[in-house]
């Protein structure tokens, strides 16, 4: 591949998931970013490399059948992916902001073993009721590192309702916090459509948060 140049990769077409790694072959540096389709909308993250990986991984929302409207509902799905060379475990600590798990509840769901390289998948964990809106935390048992994806796709079944979210993000580690954070984009009903902000305290104490909402000048 030619510098500053991009090269498009495809996977086997099955019906399953894949974990992809990417080498290069040189000393020089690679960017890349993964998409995946559902129905017609499209989510992506952009590539992960070891410096996004961690024995802790933070996770701000999580959703367990999550009521959206009287009939419909909607579920979120956690990857983490083992980036070192041994077996791993993982816990994963949802904590309960709302629906059916209001807060202090607290769930826990082990992954079992991962193997060197692979990823585990978290979906309808045990445990944690229907209804549940939550954060989550991934920490690795024993010494191994992970980085983590969590997605989640909602399209309305009634025909012609136009009512449609993809939300695709990669997992933090602790130090990617910061005391004040900002969101270039916010909307409420433009264009039909609304955004969501979840924010998670990733420290050891209480803390009150402050948003603040500035029109484009």
């Known amino acids: 591949q030619c510098a500053a140049t991009v090269v498009a990769l495809k996977v086997p077409q099955e019906s399953t998931a894949h974990y992809v790694r990417i080498v290069g072959t040189s000393s020089e540096y690679l960017a890349s970013e993964a998409s995946s389709t559902v129905a017609t909308m499209l989510m992506t993250t952009r ?26 509902s909607r579920t979120t799905e956690a990857f983490v992916h ?5 077996t791993i475990n993982v816990l994963a600590t949802f904590y309960g902001s709302g629906g059916t798990c209001p807060s202090p509840n607290t769930y826990q769901v082990y992954s079992g073993n991962i193997a060197a390289l692979a990823s585990y998948r978290f979906v309808y964990p045990s445990g944690v009721p229907d209804g549940c809106l939550a954060s989550a935390t991934f920490e690795v048992g024993g010494d191994g590192s992970i980085t983590g994806v ?19 993000y990669f997992m933090m580690k602790v130090d990617a916090g910061a005391l004040r954070l900002l969101a270039p984009l916010y909307k409420e009903w433009s264009g039909n459509k609304t955004s969501g902000l979840q924010v998670q305290n990733a420290g050891t104490a209480s803390t009150n948060i402050h948003v603040e909402f500035k029109t484009p000048d």
């Open 47 to 72: 590539g992960l490399s070891q410096a996004d990986s961690g024995s802790m991984l933070y996770a701000p929302v999580f959703k367990r059948k999550y009521p959206t409207h009287a009939t419909q």
């Open 82 to 86: 083992n980036v070192t060379g041994s």
């Open 150 to 168: 969590v997605n989640e796709a909602y399209l309305d079944p009634t025909p012609g309702s136009g009512v449609q979210s993809a939300t695709a």
